[in-house]
């Protein structure tokens, strides 16, 4: 398994919460010469003590086999600085309101990156009375889509999922929008800021 904690991670998250390994230790009821072994790399926390060492290390057991601990640093809750993450495995569609760690299907997925829409991702954008109309001239196929188009706001989101076989295009109320997103399920996420 190579996403199992290791000892350079403990040892980063002891030390960042200002704790001794004798102080670790009592903690999660092992020696201080176990936590010794594991920041050293000579040995591994045995599973059962997973959920009780990241406790003791103020994190999720997700955060603590990934290695990291992830800090929401939008605490303001500003919507542009959202993330989206799509499931390669099921379509499931995640959105986070910052920095996150979102795992689906049994697996950690990555913020997608936006890009820049290119041609064959082109956002068009009308307004009709007080709507953005917004469409994707993309095929729709089953193979080939455009999954859903998002209309991002520093107060909000408004999502539309899209299917395949049917049109790539969305209403959404022109509320202070900043940007449209729309994901591809091949080439990923584009968008355009207004």
């Given at each position: 398994?190579?996403?199992?904690?290791?000892?350079?991670v403990i040892r980063k998250l002891r030390e960042g919460r200002k704790m001794t390994q004798e102080e670790l230790a009592q903690k999660i009821?092992?020696?201080?010469?176990?936590?010794?072994?594991?920041?050293?790399?000579?040995?591994?926390?045995?599973?059962?003590?997973?959920?009780?060492?990241?406790?003791?290390?103020?994190?999720?057991?997700?955060?603590?086999?990934?290695?990291?601990?992830?800090?929401?640093?939008?605490?303001?809750?500003?919507?542009?600085?959202?993330?989206?993450?799509?499931?390669?495995?099921?379509?499931?569609?995640?959105?986070?309101?910052?920095?996150?760690?979102?795992?689906?299907?049994?697996?950690?997925?990555?913020?997608?990156?936006?890009?820049?829409?290119?041609?064959?991702?082109?956002?068009?954008?009308?307004?009709?009375?007080?709507?953005?109309?917004?469409?994707?001239?993309?095929?729709?196929?089953?193979?080939?889509?455009?999954?859903?188009?998002?209309?991002?706001?520093?107060?909000?989101?408004?999502?539309?999922?899209?299917?395949?076989?049917?049109?790539a295009e969305a209403r959404f109320r022109i509320n202070r929008v900043d940007k449209f997103s729309a994901y591809c399920n091949r080439h990923?996420?584009?968008?355009?800021?207004?």
């Amino acid at each position: 398994m190579d996403k199992y904690v290791t000892g350079a991670v403990i040892r980063k998250l002891r030390e960042g919460r200002k704790m001794t390994q004798e102080e670790l230790a009592q903690k999660i009821f092992v020696s201080s010469k176990a936590v010794s072994k594991w920041e050293t790399g000579q040995g591994f926390p045995d599973i059962s003590l997973l959920e009780p060492l990241a406790q003791a290390l103020g994190i999720s057991v997700i955060e603590l086999l990934n290695g990291e601990d992830i800090r929401n640093l939008n605490r303001s809750s500003d919507m542009t600085k959202s993330r989206f993450y799509v499931c390669p495995v099921c379509g499931n569609v995640i959105f986070a309101s910052g920095e996150a760690l979102v795992g689906c299907c049994g697996i950690t997925l990555p913020p997608l990156e936006a890009e820049t829409a290119d041609d064959g991702h082109l956002i068009h954008k009308e307004i009709s009375e007080d709507e953005y109309y917004v469409t994707v001239n993309h095929p729709m196929t089953k193979e080939h889509y455009i999954s859903f188009i998002a209309a991002v706001s520093d107060d909000g989101v408004q999502f539309v999922k899209l299917y395949p076989e049917g049109n790539a295009e969305a209403r959404f109320r022109i509320n202070r929008v900043d940007k449209f997103s729309a994901y591809c399920n091949r080439h990923g996420l584009f968008q355009i800021k207004l």
